[in-house]
């Protein structure tokens, strides 16, 4: 995939429609933590801002300036995030980077729907955008935990 009508297919109706449909998008008042990551290739940067409670996401809330396709990884995520464990966000996190690095499947329950985002193997250039909400929200999971252990 090189052309100009690979990268306009890259786009579908269906990543433009979770971009524009974005959950959580409110930052949160005093967080537990709050981690802002950016890809440095292309300077799409996501905020998270999250609180646990046992061990899982109680709130969440997250700034997303990236592209389509990072927005639609944004989205993904959020809409399951309540209630997940640290272990569960760095599985999905590590199932993602699989899937647009090794070609591995798409990131399982509760982050289905990332197949939408297979096309984008072929992008490198992209992967690291679409990645950033995994990370910042398994950094903010692991900057709570330690601050709640300090």
Not at 6 to 30: F, G, M, V
Not at 62 to 71: M, S
């Amino acid at each position: 995939m090189s052309t100009e009508s690979d990268l306009i297919k890259l786009y579908s109706q269906r990543i433009l429609a979770l971009a524009a449909d974005i959950p959580l998008t409110e930052r949160l008042e005093a967080p537990q933590a709050t981690v802002r990551k950016r890809a440095p290739l292309c300077g799409s940067t996501v905020t998270v801002d999250l609180d646990i409670e046992n061990g899982r996401i109680a709130r969440f809330g997250q700034d997303v300036k990236a592209c389509a396709l990072g927005q639609a990884s944004a989205a993904l995520m959020a809409a399951n995030i309540i209630g997940r464990t640290r272990a569960e966000v760095e599985q999905g996190r590590d199932q993602l980077r699989a899937m647009l690095k090794d070609g591995a499947p798409p990131p399982e329950a509760p982050f289905s729907g990332y197949e939408v985002l297979e096309p984008a193997r072929e992008y490198k250039n992209r992967h690291a955008s679409i990645m950033l909400a995994f990370e910042a929200t398994a950094q903010a999971m692991a900057d709570a935990e330690a601050a709640a252990c300090a």
